[in-house]
C-alpha cells in the first residue's frame, strides 16, 4: 500500500557536523525555525553527535541553552539527537545514572526522538539508554550501524533489529555512516526490516560515495518510512541527500512528502547565507562535497581517510598511504571486525598505520589494548587470539556489560562542580561530566561574562562573535 514519505532534516545537526566541523551557531539557526516549523518534517536533528563538544569547545555557547532556544523556536516539530549509547556523547563509557540523568534532562529540556547507537552494535551498550529514554517519554530510536565484513550481512542486521524491538525500540534506524549501503542492498535489507519487525524504519545516509539518493530511492520502493535529508547548502558530499531533490522527485507520486518547494527554498536561502559564512570562516572545506569512491573500494569513511593522511603527513610518510589502507582489513580482521564508526573507525586506523611505520603490532595504542580487552564492549566477530595475547598478555577480557563494572558517579561530578563554584543549573553537573577541561573553561568564561555585564557599561568591551573561529582549528567528528 502506497505512503508518504516521511523526512528528518539534519541540516542543524549533521549536515553542519559532515561539512563544517558542527561550527552553526545558535544565532544562524534562529531566523529559520519558523519557515522550518511550518513544513511538516517527520523531525529536525539539532542535537547531540559532535554539537555538544562543539558548543563548548569552540562556539563559546551553553549547549542545554541552545536545546531550549530551538523547542521555543520549533513548538510544531519534533527535535531529534544522536546519542552514543553508554558513551553518551563523549569518548569513554559513564555509569548508568550518569545516563539516566542524560536522557532525563535531554528529554525535558525539548528532545523527541533519541537515536541510540553504539559502535560495536553491542546491544548491552544500548540498554541504559533505551530504558531511560522510555521511562521519561522519549521517543527511542535505536540505530543499526551498518557495515559490510564477513559477519555483517543482512540476517545479522535483521536479529540485532528483533533485538532493539524487544528492547522497548519505537523506530529501527539503519545508519549507514559510511554511506556504504548501496541501493539493491538497501531495497533487500528493507524489504526484510517491514516484514520482520513491526516499528517504522528509518535510514540515514551520507552521499560520500554519491550512491544516497539511489539507495533511498530503492529503500521507498521497499517500504522505508523515514529517511534523513539536509537542505541543498549543505547536502551531498559527506553530508545527506539534498531534501529538495528528493521532494521534487516523488512530487505528484503515491509518494509524495505534501512539503511545499517554496517554503524548503526559503529555508534554503537561508542557509546559503549560512554556508557562505562558514566558508569565509574557514569551517567549510569544498573538499567535502566531492564524490569519494574510494569508500567503495577500501570501506572506510571519508572521514577516516582524511584522518590517516593527517597522521601520515606528521610523520613524513605520505608515500605509506596505499600501505595503511591495505593493512585496515587485516587489522579489522585481527579486531574482530568492528564496525568502522567513531571510535572504533580511528583506532583500527591509527593502528593500521602503527603497523606499517613501525612493524605489525609491534606497538599497540591504549585504545586498541581497550578494544581487545573488551572495554567498549562485544566484538561482532572472532579476535585473533595471538594479537589480543600480544596486546594485553595474560589479562582475561571482559565479558560482562561494561558499564557493570562502573560504581555511580553523577554525584562526585555535581560535587566537584559545587566546590569549583560553577553549579548554576543541573545540566551543569552533566557538561562537566562529559567534558570536564572544556566544561571549566566554558564555565569560566560564562563567569567572567556575566561579572562584566554587571559592570559599568564602559568597562565591558564588545565581545567579537567571529573571534571563537580564529582561535581553534581542530575538527570534532561522531
Known amino acids: 500500500m502506497a505512503k508518504k514519505l516521511m ?18 551557531r545558535v544565532e544562524d539557526m534562529l531566523p529559520a525555525c519558523e519557515i522550518l516549523d511550518s513544513i511538516g518534517y517527520y523531525s529536525l536533528e539539532c542535537w547531540g553527535g559532535a554539537t555538544f563538544d562543539s558548543c563548548l569547545r569552540f562556539l563559546n555557547e551553553d549547549p542545554w541553552d541552545r536545546l531550549r532556544k530551538l523547542k521555543k523556536a520549533l513548538p510544531n516539530t519534533k527535535l531529534q539527537m544522536l546519542f552514543r549509547g553508554q558513551n553518551i556523547l563523549g569518548y569513554k563509557h559513564y555509569a548508568d545514572d550518569v545516563v539516566e540523568q542524560f536522557c532525563r534532562k535531554a528529554i525535558e529540556n525539548g528532545i523527541d526522538v533519541v537515536r541510540i547507537f553504539d559502535a560495536l552494535n553491542d546491544v548491552r551498550n544500548l540498554e541504559a539508554a533505551i530504558k531511560y529514554t522510555k521511562k521519561y517519554g ?94 541543498s547548502p549543505l547536502a551531498n558530499g559527506t553530508a ?57 573500494i577500501y570501506q572506510v569513511p571519508g572521514g577516516m581517510l582524511s584522518n590517516l593522511i593527517s597522521q601520515l603527513k606528521q610523520a613524513n610518510k605520505e608515500e605509506k598511504y596505499y600501505d ?20 572504533s573507525s580511528q583506532i583500527v586506523g591509527t593502528q593500521a598505520v602503527f603497523n606499517v611505520l613501525m612493524g605489525r603490532y609491534k606497538t ?48 562526585k561530578y555535581e560535587q566537584e562542580v559545587r566546590e569549583m563554584g560553577y553549579y548554576e543549573q543541573e545540566e551543569d553537573v552533566l557538561s562537566y561530566a562529559l567534558f570536564p577541561q572544556v566544561a571549566q573553561k566554558f564555565f569560566e568564561a560564562r563567569k567572567a561574562a556575566k561579572e562584566a555585564s554587571a559592570a559599568p557599561a564602559a568597562e565591558a568591551a564588545p565581545a567579537d562573535p567571529n573571534k571563537v573561529y580564529n582561535l581553534y582549528v581542530e575538527d570534532v567528528t561522531i
Open 364 to 411: 599497540f595504542t591504549k585504545e586498541s589494548k581497550a578494544v581487545l580487552a573488551g572495554e567498549y564492549g562485544a566484538l561482532p566477530g572472532e579476535v585473533n587470539e595471538e594479537v589480543r595475547r600480544m596486546a594485553i598478555g595474560d589479562k582475561q577480557p571482559i565479558t560482562c556489560r561494561p558499564a557493570d563494572l562502573l560504581t555511580p558517579e553523577l554525584e
Open 138 to 231: 522519549g521517543i527511542c530510536e535505536p540505530a543499526i550501524s551498518y557495515t559490510i565484513s564477513p559477519v555483517h550481512n543482512e540476517d545479522y542486521f535483521v536479529k540485532l533489529a528483533k533485538e532493539l524491538v524487544q528492547m522497548g525500540a519505537d523506530n529501527i534506524c539503519i545508519k549507514d555512516m559510511a554511506n556504504l549501503l548501496l541501493p539493491y542492498d538497501a531495497y533487500s535489507l528493507v524489504k526484510r526490516l517491514k516484514e520482520e519487525v513491526d516499528v517504522p524504519i528509518h535510514l540515514h545516509t551520507h552521499n560520500t560515495t554519491g550512491t544516497g539518493d539511489m539507495t533511498y530511492l530503492m529503500a521507498m520502493q521497499a517500504g522505508v518510512d523515514i529517511v534523513d535529508c539536509a537542505l
Open 7 to 24: 523526512i528528518t532534516d539534519t541540516i542543524l545537526r549533521d549536515a553542519h557536523q559532515s561539512q563544517a566541523a558542527t561550527r552553526m
Open 324 to 343: 595503511v589502507l591495505a593493512e585496515i582489513p587485516v587489522v579489522r580482521k585481527d579486531f574482530g571486525y568492528p564496525p568502522l564508526v567513531t571510535p
Open 240 to 296: 545527506q541527500p539534498a531534501t529538495e531533490a528528493l521532494v521534487a522527485t516523488l512530487k505528484g507520486t503515491e509518494h509524495d512528502t505534501g512539503y511545499d518547494l517554496e517554503k524548503l527554498a526559503q529555508a534554503a536561502k537561508h542557509f546559503r547565507g549560512v554556508a557562505n559564512k562558514l566558508k569565509e570562516q574557514g569551517s567549510l572545506d569544498p573538499k567535502v562535497l566531492n564524490v569519494d569512491t574510494n569508500t567503495l
